[in-house]
Protein backbone atom coordinates (compact mmCIF):
# COMPACT_ATOMS: atom_id res chain seq x y z
CA UNK A 1 0.00 0.00 0.00
CA UNK A 2 1.06 3.42 -0.42
CA UNK A 3 1.01 6.43 2.20
CA UNK A 4 -2.06 7.38 2.40
CA UNK A 5 -2.81 10.45 0.52
CA UNK A 6 -2.85 13.91 2.20
CA UNK A 7 -5.72 15.19 -0.31
CA UNK A 8 -8.95 13.83 -2.01
CA UNK A 9 -11.36 14.07 -4.72
CA UNK A 10 -14.78 15.98 -3.89
CA UNK A 11 -17.67 13.74 -5.37
CA UNK A 12 -20.75 15.79 -5.59
CA UNK A 13 -23.46 14.45 -3.47
CA UNK A 14 -27.36 15.79 -4.63
CA UNK A 15 -29.59 12.62 -3.95
CA UNK A 16 -27.61 11.39 -1.00
CA UNK A 17 -24.33 9.33 -0.48
CA UNK A 18 -25.71 6.32 -1.48
CA UNK A 19 -26.63 7.44 -4.70
CA UNK A 20 -23.22 9.44 -5.33
CA UNK A 21 -21.42 6.25 -5.28
CA UNK A 22 -23.56 4.39 -7.77
CA UNK A 23 -23.17 7.28 -10.06
CA UNK A 24 -19.09 6.63 -9.72
CA UNK A 25 -19.22 3.44 -10.46
CA UNK A 26 -21.52 3.72 -13.26
CA UNK A 27 -19.10 6.32 -14.77
CA UNK A 28 -16.35 3.82 -14.38
CA UNK A 29 -18.09 1.14 -16.01
CA UNK A 30 -19.19 3.01 -18.64
CA UNK A 31 -15.74 4.46 -19.60
CA UNK A 32 -14.34 0.89 -19.88
CA UNK A 33 -12.15 1.34 -16.71
CA UNK A 34 -14.10 -1.87 -15.31
CA UNK A 35 -16.07 -4.64 -16.83
CA UNK A 36 -18.13 -5.39 -13.84
CA UNK A 37 -18.91 -3.91 -10.56
CA UNK A 38 -19.83 -5.85 -7.36
CA UNK A 39 -22.27 -4.39 -4.98
CA UNK A 40 -25.11 -5.14 -2.39
CA UNK A 41 -28.36 -5.22 -4.00
CA UNK A 42 -32.08 -5.64 -1.93
CA UNK A 43 -33.44 -9.66 -2.74
CA UNK A 44 -36.87 -9.65 -4.49
CA UNK A 45 -38.72 -10.63 -0.64
CA UNK A 46 -37.33 -6.89 0.78
CA UNK A 47 -35.56 -8.49 3.36
CA UNK A 48 -32.29 -9.15 2.63
CA UNK A 49 -29.21 -8.37 0.15
CA UNK A 50 -27.08 -10.52 -2.17
CA UNK A 51 -23.71 -9.90 -3.83
CA UNK A 52 -24.74 -9.17 -7.46
CA UNK A 53 -21.57 -8.66 -10.54
CA UNK A 54 -22.98 -5.73 -12.58
CA UNK A 55 -21.93 -5.41 -16.07
CA UNK A 56 -24.79 -3.80 -17.53
CA UNK A 57 -24.04 0.02 -16.04
CA UNK A 58 -27.61 0.61 -16.59
CA UNK A 59 -28.30 -1.83 -13.69
CA UNK A 60 -26.11 -0.51 -11.44
CA UNK A 61 -28.35 2.01 -9.97
CA UNK A 62 -30.53 -0.46 -8.39
CA UNK A 63 -27.82 -1.33 -6.23
CA UNK A 64 -27.33 -0.67 -2.86
CA UNK A 65 -23.79 0.10 -1.99
CA UNK A 66 -24.03 0.98 2.07
CA UNK A 67 -26.28 -1.92 2.85
CA UNK A 68 -27.67 -2.03 6.27
CA UNK A 69 -26.86 -5.41 7.21
CA UNK A 70 -24.56 -8.23 6.33
CA UNK A 71 -26.07 -11.58 5.31
CA UNK A 72 -23.02 -12.84 4.52
CA UNK A 73 -19.27 -11.38 4.61
CA UNK A 74 -18.48 -9.80 0.95
CA UNK A 75 -15.12 -11.46 1.28
CA UNK A 76 -16.75 -14.87 1.00
CA UNK A 77 -18.68 -13.73 -2.61
CA UNK A 78 -15.59 -12.61 -3.77
CA UNK A 79 -13.28 -15.70 -3.03
CA UNK A 80 -16.12 -17.55 -5.74
CA UNK A 81 -15.31 -15.04 -7.90
CA UNK A 82 -11.84 -15.41 -7.85
CA UNK A 83 -10.61 -18.78 -6.28
CA UNK A 84 -9.68 -20.55 -9.61
CA UNK A 85 -6.89 -17.19 -10.25
CA UNK A 86 -6.48 -14.70 -12.55
CA UNK A 87 -9.46 -13.77 -15.05
CA UNK A 88 -9.39 -11.51 -17.69
CA UNK A 89 -12.32 -8.99 -16.49
CA UNK A 90 -11.42 -5.84 -14.18
CA UNK A 91 -13.66 -5.45 -11.37
CA UNK A 92 -14.53 -3.67 -8.73
CA UNK A 93 -15.64 -4.06 -5.40
CA UNK A 94 -16.56 -2.10 -2.89
CA UNK A 95 -16.48 -3.54 0.74
CA UNK A 96 -16.91 -2.88 4.39
CA UNK A 97 -13.37 -2.57 6.35
CA UNK A 98 -14.44 -5.68 8.24
CA UNK A 99 -15.03 -7.19 4.46
CA UNK A 100 -11.74 -6.04 3.03
CA UNK A 101 -9.52 -6.86 6.03
CA UNK A 102 -11.33 -10.61 5.82
CA UNK A 103 -10.23 -10.60 1.96
CA UNK A 104 -6.82 -9.44 2.84
CA UNK A 105 -6.80 -12.56 5.12
CA UNK A 106 -7.92 -14.99 2.48
CA UNK A 107 -5.57 -13.84 0.13
CA UNK A 108 -3.03 -14.99 2.11
CA UNK A 109 -4.37 -18.15 2.87
CA UNK A 110 -4.55 -18.49 -0.97
CA UNK A 111 -8.39 -18.33 -0.95
CA UNK A 112 -8.91 -14.93 -3.24
CA UNK A 113 -7.10 -13.61 -6.04
CA UNK A 114 -7.24 -9.94 -6.76
CA UNK A 115 -5.00 -9.51 -9.58
CA UNK A 116 -8.11 -8.56 -11.38
CA UNK A 117 -9.76 -6.63 -8.67
CA UNK A 118 -9.48 -3.05 -7.16
CA UNK A 119 -10.63 -2.76 -3.55
CA UNK A 120 -13.12 0.14 -2.68
CA UNK A 121 -13.97 0.81 1.35
CA UNK A 122 -16.16 3.34 3.03
CA UNK A 123 -16.54 4.79 6.17
CA UNK A 124 -18.82 2.08 8.11
CA UNK A 125 -21.27 3.17 10.39
CA UNK A 126 -21.76 -0.36 11.40
CA UNK A 127 -24.41 -3.24 10.50
CA UNK A 128 -27.93 -3.82 11.95
CA UNK A 129 -28.42 -6.64 13.26
CA UNK A 130 -30.25 -9.77 11.00
CA UNK A 131 -33.43 -10.74 12.92
CA UNK A 132 -34.03 -6.99 13.84
CA UNK A 133 -33.84 -6.00 9.93
CA UNK A 134 -35.60 -8.61 8.90
CA UNK A 135 -38.54 -8.41 11.57
CA UNK A 136 -39.13 -5.00 9.79
CA UNK A 137 -36.99 -4.72 6.51
CA UNK A 138 -38.76 -0.99 6.33
CA UNK A 139 -38.00 0.09 9.71
CA UNK A 140 -34.75 -1.06 9.44
CA UNK A 141 -34.16 0.85 6.19
CA UNK A 142 -34.90 4.09 7.57
CA UNK A 143 -33.15 3.69 10.73
CA UNK A 144 -29.82 2.68 9.14
CA UNK A 145 -30.29 6.11 6.75
CA UNK A 146 -30.58 8.30 9.53
CA UNK A 147 -27.35 6.76 11.03
CA UNK A 148 -25.75 7.38 7.37
CA UNK A 149 -27.21 11.20 7.77
CA UNK A 150 -26.41 11.86 11.04
CA UNK A 151 -22.86 9.95 10.67
CA UNK A 152 -23.98 8.26 13.73
CA UNK A 153 -21.15 6.03 14.66
CA UNK A 154 -21.89 4.93 17.91
CA UNK A 155 -25.76 3.73 17.71
CA UNK A 156 -27.24 1.54 19.92
CA UNK A 157 -28.72 0.10 16.97
CA UNK A 158 -26.06 -1.61 15.36
CA UNK A 159 -24.55 -5.16 15.74
CA UNK A 160 -22.76 -5.72 19.07
CA UNK A 161 -19.50 -5.95 18.09
CA UNK A 162 -19.84 -2.87 15.36
CA UNK A 163 -20.01 -0.71 18.89
CA UNK A 164 -16.41 -1.97 19.39
CA UNK A 165 -15.08 -1.72 16.81
CA UNK A 166 -12.07 0.77 16.23
CA UNK A 167 -11.22 -0.25 12.26
CA UNK A 168 -14.39 0.86 11.08
CA UNK A 169 -12.38 3.73 8.56
CA UNK A 170 -9.72 3.08 5.95
CA UNK A 171 -8.40 -0.41 5.65
CA UNK A 172 -6.31 -2.22 3.01
CA UNK A 173 -8.29 -0.87 0.09
CA UNK A 174 -7.23 0.61 -3.09
CA UNK A 175 -9.64 3.38 -2.66
CA UNK A 176 -11.94 4.77 0.29
CA UNK A 177 -14.99 6.98 0.40
CA UNK A 178 -14.62 9.51 3.23
CA UNK A 179 -17.83 10.34 4.52
CA UNK A 180 -16.98 13.72 5.88
CA UNK A 181 -20.00 16.26 7.08
CA UNK A 182 -22.08 16.78 4.09
CA UNK A 183 -19.50 15.96 1.69
CA UNK A 184 -18.24 12.85 -0.03
CA UNK A 185 -14.41 12.52 -0.29
CA UNK A 186 -12.39 9.68 -2.39
CA UNK A 187 -9.04 9.48 -2.31
CA UNK A 188 -6.30 6.36 -3.32
CA UNK A 189 -4.63 4.29 -0.93
CA UNK A 190 -2.44 2.28 -3.17
CA UNK A 191 -0.68 2.42 -6.25
CA UNK A 192 -3.46 0.87 -8.79
CA UNK A 193 -5.95 4.07 -6.62
CA UNK A 194 -3.97 6.58 -8.18
CA UNK A 195 -3.80 4.88 -11.32
CA UNK A 196 -7.64 4.73 -11.31
CA UNK A 197 -8.10 8.43 -10.19
CA UNK A 198 -5.58 9.64 -13.13
CA UNK A 199 -7.38 7.57 -15.65
CA UNK A 200 -10.94 9.26 -14.60
CA UNK A 201 -9.55 12.64 -14.48
CA UNK A 202 -10.73 13.44 -11.00
CA UNK A 203 -9.23 16.71 -9.08
CA UNK A 204 -7.36 15.34 -6.22
CA UNK A 205 -7.35 19.26 -4.59
CA UNK A 206 -9.59 18.67 -1.28
CA UNK A 207 -7.28 18.33 2.13
CA UNK A 208 -8.04 15.20 4.21
CA UNK A 209 -7.08 16.79 8.00
CA UNK A 210 -10.20 17.73 8.96
CA UNK A 211 -11.47 14.23 8.06
CA UNK A 212 -8.43 12.29 9.60
CA UNK A 213 -8.81 14.73 12.59
CA UNK A 214 -12.82 13.13 13.04
CA UNK A 215 -12.11 9.58 12.94
CA UNK A 216 -9.41 9.72 15.66
CA UNK A 217 -11.53 11.29 17.54
CA UNK A 218 -14.75 8.61 16.84
CA UNK A 219 -11.96 5.83 16.93
CA UNK A 220 -10.97 7.11 20.79
CA UNK A 221 -14.91 6.56 21.85
CA UNK A 222 -14.72 2.93 19.96
CA UNK A 223 -11.52 1.66 21.91
CA UNK A 224 -13.42 2.55 25.12
CA UNK A 225 -16.30 0.76 24.20
CA UNK A 226 -14.14 -2.25 23.12
CA UNK A 227 -11.87 -1.90 26.56
CA UNK A 228 -15.50 -2.05 28.65
CA UNK A 229 -16.36 -4.83 26.87
CA UNK A 230 -13.67 -7.12 26.79
CA UNK A 231 -13.12 -6.49 30.45
CA UNK A 232 -16.74 -8.21 30.99
CA UNK A 233 -16.09 -10.73 27.97
CA UNK A 234 -12.84 -11.73 29.64
CA UNK A 235 -14.46 -13.59 32.84
CA UNK A 236 -16.90 -15.37 30.27
CA UNK A 237 -14.04 -17.43 28.81
CA UNK A 238 -11.13 -17.27 31.28
CA UNK A 239 -11.18 -20.56 33.09
CA UNK A 240 -12.90 -24.07 32.04
CA UNK A 241 -15.69 -23.48 34.65
CA UNK A 242 -16.47 -20.30 32.85
CA UNK A 243 -16.15 -21.12 29.47
CA UNK A 244 -18.51 -24.10 29.96
CA UNK A 245 -20.81 -21.77 31.53
CA UNK A 246 -20.67 -19.12 28.36
CA UNK A 247 -21.19 -22.06 25.88
CA UNK A 248 -23.65 -24.04 27.79
CA UNK A 249 -26.74 -23.29 25.11
CA UNK A 250 -25.09 -24.64 22.27
CA UNK A 251 -27.13 -26.64 20.26
CA UNK A 252 -24.10 -27.78 17.82
CA UNK A 253 -25.53 -26.25 14.58
CA UNK A 254 -21.78 -25.17 13.54
CA UNK A 255 -23.81 -22.08 11.87
CA UNK A 256 -20.74 -19.85 13.19
CA UNK A 257 -18.28 -21.50 11.40
CA UNK A 258 -20.76 -22.19 8.67
CA UNK A 259 -21.17 -18.23 8.13
CA UNK A 260 -17.31 -17.16 9.06
CA UNK A 261 -15.35 -15.43 6.17
CA UNK A 262 -12.13 -17.44 7.65
CA UNK A 263 -13.35 -20.98 8.29
CA UNK A 264 -12.45 -22.01 4.81
CA UNK A 265 -11.98 -25.79 4.70
CA UNK A 266 -13.83 -27.48 2.39
CA UNK A 267 -14.79 -29.95 4.81
CA UNK A 268 -14.47 -28.82 8.75
CA UNK A 269 -12.80 -31.74 11.05
CA UNK A 270 -15.60 -31.08 13.48
CA UNK A 271 -18.52 -32.06 10.31
CA UNK A 272 -16.76 -34.90 9.35
CA UNK A 273 -17.52 -38.79 10.56
CA UNK A 274 -14.17 -38.59 12.75
CA UNK A 275 -16.07 -35.89 14.99
CA UNK A 276 -19.31 -37.92 15.15
CA UNK A 277 -18.98 -41.18 17.46
CA UNK A 278 -21.50 -43.25 16.83
CA UNK A 279 -24.26 -44.67 19.91
CA UNK A 280 -21.78 -47.42 21.29
CA UNK A 281 -19.02 -44.60 21.57
CA UNK A 282 -21.19 -42.37 23.38
CA UNK A 283 -22.77 -44.96 25.51
CA UNK A 284 -19.07 -45.81 26.54
CA UNK A 285 -19.02 -42.19 27.82
CA UNK A 286 -21.81 -41.99 29.42
CA UNK A 287 -20.80 -45.12 31.44
CA UNK A 288 -17.40 -43.63 32.34
CA UNK A 289 -18.46 -40.41 33.53
CA UNK A 290 -22.17 -40.99 34.48
CA UNK A 291 -23.67 -38.97 32.04
CA UNK A 292 -22.31 -37.09 29.17
CA UNK A 293 -23.93 -34.10 27.42
CA UNK A 294 -25.52 -33.52 23.54
CA UNK A 295 -24.47 -32.18 21.62
CA UNK A 296 -20.62 -33.47 22.46
CA UNK A 297 -17.59 -31.54 22.60
CA UNK A 298 -18.97 -28.22 22.31
CA UNK A 299 -16.53 -26.76 23.95
CA UNK A 300 -13.62 -28.39 22.03
CA UNK A 301 -15.69 -26.93 18.62
CA UNK A 302 -15.22 -23.88 20.07
CA UNK A 303 -11.85 -23.51 21.27
CA UNK A 304 -11.02 -25.64 18.43
CA UNK A 305 -12.62 -22.59 16.00
CA UNK A 306 -10.38 -20.28 17.81
CA UNK A 307 -7.35 -21.99 17.84
CA UNK A 308 -7.93 -22.30 14.20
CA UNK A 309 -8.76 -18.78 13.08
CA UNK A 310 -8.21 -16.12 15.81
CA UNK A 311 -5.20 -15.06 14.23
CA UNK A 312 -7.46 -13.93 11.03
CA UNK A 313 -10.55 -13.05 12.79
CA UNK A 314 -11.33 -9.41 11.76
CA UNK A 315 -14.67 -9.05 14.19
CA UNK A 316 -17.55 -8.87 11.46
CA UNK A 317 -20.04 -10.44 13.63
CA UNK A 318 -21.08 -12.83 11.40
CA UNK A 319 -21.04 -15.68 13.53
CA UNK A 320 -23.07 -13.60 16.26
CA UNK A 321 -26.19 -13.25 13.58
CA UNK A 322 -26.25 -16.61 13.03
CA UNK A 323 -26.43 -18.46 16.08
CA UNK A 324 -30.01 -19.33 16.80
CA UNK A 325 -29.29 -19.46 20.79
CA UNK A 326 -27.83 -15.74 21.06
CA UNK A 327 -24.69 -16.52 22.45
CA UNK A 328 -22.50 -13.45 21.77
CA UNK A 329 -19.81 -15.63 20.03
CA UNK A 330 -18.64 -12.49 18.13
CA UNK A 331 -17.66 -10.66 21.40
CA UNK A 332 -16.17 -13.87 22.69
CA UNK A 333 -14.22 -14.43 19.31
CA UNK A 334 -13.09 -10.96 18.81
CA UNK A 335 -11.75 -10.64 22.66
CA UNK A 336 -9.85 -14.19 22.36
CA UNK A 337 -8.42 -12.48 18.28
CA UNK A 338 -7.55 -9.69 20.18
CA UNK A 339 -5.36 -11.48 22.63
CA UNK A 340 -3.88 -13.87 19.89
CA UNK A 341 -3.35 -11.19 17.83
CA UNK A 342 -1.60 -9.03 20.12
CA UNK A 343 0.71 -12.36 20.87
CA UNK A 344 2.31 -12.01 17.52
CA UNK A 345 2.16 -8.41 16.86
CA UNK A 346 -0.43 -8.90 13.83
CA UNK A 347 -3.48 -7.02 12.93
CA UNK A 348 -5.31 -9.21 10.27
CA UNK A 349 -6.75 -7.66 7.38
CA UNK A 350 -3.74 -4.74 8.29
CA UNK A 351 -1.79 -5.10 5.09
CA UNK A 352 -1.31 -7.56 2.19
CA UNK A 353 2.29 -7.08 2.92
CA UNK A 354 2.09 -8.70 6.72
CA UNK A 355 3.09 -12.08 6.47
CA UNK A 356 0.40 -14.66 8.45
CA UNK A 357 2.08 -16.09 11.26
CA UNK A 358 2.07 -19.76 12.20
CA UNK A 359 1.27 -20.51 7.91
CA UNK A 360 4.91 -21.35 8.30
CA UNK A 361 7.08 -22.61 10.98
CA UNK A 362 9.63 -20.42 12.00
CA UNK A 363 12.03 -20.73 15.16
CA UNK A 364 11.65 -17.07 16.05
CA UNK A 365 7.93 -16.97 15.61
CA UNK A 366 7.54 -16.58 19.31
CA UNK A 367 10.84 -16.27 21.25
CA UNK A 368 9.95 -18.25 24.45
CA UNK A 369 8.62 -21.08 22.18
CA UNK A 370 11.69 -20.66 19.99
CA UNK A 371 14.05 -21.26 23.33
CA UNK A 372 12.64 -24.09 24.13
CA UNK A 373 12.34 -26.12 20.77
CA UNK A 374 16.70 -24.50 19.97
CA UNK A 375 16.78 -26.65 23.93
CA UNK A 376 14.88 -29.66 23.07
CA UNK A 377 16.98 -30.05 20.10
CA UNK A 378 19.88 -29.53 21.55
CA UNK A 379 19.23 -32.04 24.38
CA UNK A 380 18.60 -34.76 21.69
CA UNK A 381 21.55 -33.90 19.62
CA UNK A 382 23.99 -34.54 22.57
CA UNK A 383 22.21 -38.10 23.12
CA UNK A 384 22.86 -39.30 19.99
Aim: with cysteine.
Amino acid sequence: MTKISKKGVLLEVKSGVQTSILQFFQDAVEKKIFDAVMLPMKVPSGDSFAWIMIEDSKIIKNAQPLAPIMPVNAAKALKRYTRKGKGKFKVAALLKPCEIRATIELTKLNQVNLDDVTLFSYDCVGALPMQDYIADPKEGDAKFEKLLTDKNWNSKYVKPVCKICDKFSLSASDLHFALNDQELLLFSNSERGEKLITDLDLKVEINLKKWQTYIEEQKKIKLKNKEETYKIVKGMVEGFENLTETFSNCIGCHNCSSSCPICYCRQCYFDSSVAKPNSDVVMMRAEDRGAVSLPLDRIMFHTGRMAHMSLSCVSCGLCSDACPVNIPVAKIFSYVASQTQKTFEYSAGASAGDALPMKEYRLDELGELGELVKSAEAQEGGHE
